[in-house]
């Protein structure tokens, strides 16, 4: 029923029905453990602590190895980039 619904439906008849299938509200997420132990509860204390987990520092001497040869690999990436990854999707 669903797929043929889909087959058929207009744009806004596909959208409209995609904001049926998504939860209302605002959502949170439970409390993060670091490696080390620490607990981020907070927004700020959990985007931090995913930075540092999906976005470790370079080993000392490799950052500044890879900015003399060039290249965009080691762009530093800001919050605004990470926020705009995380929720433009």
Same mark, same amino acid.
């Given at each position: 029923? !669903?797929?043929?619904?889909?087959? *058929?439906?207009?744009? +806004?008849?596909?959208?409209? /029905?995609? @904001?049926?299938?998504?939860?209302?509200?605002?959502?949170?997420? &439970?409390? !993060? @453990? *670091?490696?080390?132990? =620490?607990? /981020?509860?907070? #927004?700020? &204390? $959990?985007? =931090?602590?995913?930075?540092?987990?999906?976005?470790?520092?370079?080993?000392?001497?490799? %950052? @500044?190895?890879?900015?003399? =040869?060039?290249? %965009?690999? #080691?762009? $530093?990436?800001? +919050? =605004? +980039?990470? @926020? &705009? /990854?995380?929720?433009?999707?």
């Amino acid at each position: 029923m !669903l797929r043929k619904f889909l087959t *058929s439906a207009t744009r +806004d008849q596909f959208w409209q /029905a995609l @904001r049926y299938t998504k939860p209302g509200g605002q959502q949170t997420t &439970e409390a !993060l @453990r *670091s490696r080390t132990g =620490e607990v /981020a509860e907070s #927004w700020e &204390e $959990k985007a =931090e602590l995913i930075q540092e987990e999906v976005f470790p520092k370079p080993l000392k001497g490799v %950052e @500044r190895k890879a900015q003399e =040869e060039g290249g %965009e690999m #080691w762009k $530093k990436i800001t +919050d =605004e +980039d990470i @926020r &705009e /990854a995380l929720f433009n999707q």
